[in-house]
């Protein structure tokens, strides 16, 4: 069975790459280009994980993991932050707060960013 990740980014060339480089380790991957774009699809579609950018016009990241969380049909799907932004300490308690299993700094390594994926897959 693929596992399914659903990559959330407002910039349509990261949205690619990360597909590109998850379906080339046999992954099934959805694209959502908002955060409203992925609350909708979460509503019949259940991903594995979700690497979720911060920085997105709208609704934040950060608020649509806090919608996630509090509905209770999605609430334990794992999420991962992907984001350009370096977290303080308020910003990684936070992340604790809304159980966000791992967070990556763009530009990312591919090799790396797979090997985190693979790893909160198989906790």
Known sequence: MKKKIMIVD??????????????????EV?????????LNKLETI????????M????????????????NPKTKNIKIMFVSVARLSEVGLNELKELNVLDYVTKPFDNNDLVRRVKKILND
């Open 10 to 27: 407002d910039e349509q060339s990261v949205l690619e790459i990360v597909k590109a480089i998850f379906e080339n380790e046999e992954f």
């Open 30 to 38: 959805i694209t959502a280009e908002s955060g409203q774009n992925c």
């Open 46 to 53: 259940k991903p594995d994980l979700i690497l979720m950018d």
């Open 55 to 70: 920085m997105m016009p709208g609704i934040t990241g950060r608020e649509t993991t806090k919608k996630i969380r509090d």
